[in-house]
């Protein structure tokens, strides 16, 4: 029948992540509950107002072994944009402009059925790709805005981005804290999980998160000196 869908091919990613490195479910559900609290800073997240603790989480149906509901990400009704204007016009805007300074998108297969390996994503060759272009460092940022149409999702993606080494982030995720107050802050509105997934739009609220940040306009969410974001996509 094919590999088909979302959650089966992405929880066999969570499976094969286990078998080779271990599972920590409880730090994986740290990811929804900080992005909980960030949803809750935005009145705008379809959460808003609904925190959750690592229990609930981890209390909530399985969708597809390992992954539960409330690491799952829910579509709901609405859509996402930003402004792209000329330098000339960004600099006469009222609001701090963003500028893009670095970018890398790398594709290796259509579905898992043609991976040859499900652990290392090619999110490394274009996080590689963006940094270099921006001549930046991983520390050099200050917010990061990554896909998370499911937790394990977020956890490859720090590591293949080089936040940290492959295998260690079920111990760094329980090392930082990922609110817009804390040390290394991510989906500060919520991310997918818990600001809303508008339907093909979903990627691009990573994009409008990032934006909002940099410019200074995430309200009670705001990062304090907010200067460089990362934003990534996964499909």
């Known amino acids: 029948y094919g590999n088909v869908g979302q959650n089966g091919p992405y929880a066999q990613i969570a499976q094969r992540y286990g078998y080779e490195f271990g599972y920590d479910a409880a730090a994986l559900a740290r990811i929804a509950v900080q992005q909980r609290e ?6 705008g997240a379809v959460f808003h107002g609904k925190p959750i603790t690592v229990d609930d989480v981890l209390n909530s149906p399985v969708i597809a072994d390992p992954i539960h509901m409330l690491e799952t990400v829910m579509r709901v009704q609405g859509g996402a944009g930003v402004l792209v204007a000329n330098p000339e016009l960004a600099r006469e805007g009222r609001h701090r402009p963003v ?3 670095g970018f890398g998108e790398h594709i290796r297969f259509k579905t898992p059925t043609y991976a040859d390996d499900l652990i290392h994503t090619p999110i490394a060759r274009a996080a590689d790709r963006a940094f270099s272009m921006a001549s930046l460092q991983r520390s050099d940022v200050d ?37 817009f107050r804390g040390d290394f802050p991510i989906n500060t509105a919520g991310g997918q999980l818990s600001y809303g997934q508008a339907g093909m ?35």
């Open 38 to 43: 960030n949803a809750c800073a935005h009145p």
């Open 99 to 101: 500028w893009i300074k």
């Open 143 to 179: 917010m990061a805005s990554i896909y998370d149409c499911y937790t394990i999702t977020v956890l490859m993606t720090l590591e293949d981005a080089g936040f940290c080494g492959k295998g260690e982030g079920m111990k760094w995720l329980t090392e930082h804290d990922l609110t």
């Open 201 to 235: 739009a979903g990627g691009m609220h990573h994009v409008v998160d990032a934006a909002r940040q940099v410019m200074g306009r995430s309200g009670e969410a705001q990062v304090a000196d907010c200067d460089t974001a990362f934003v990534t996509g996964n499909g």
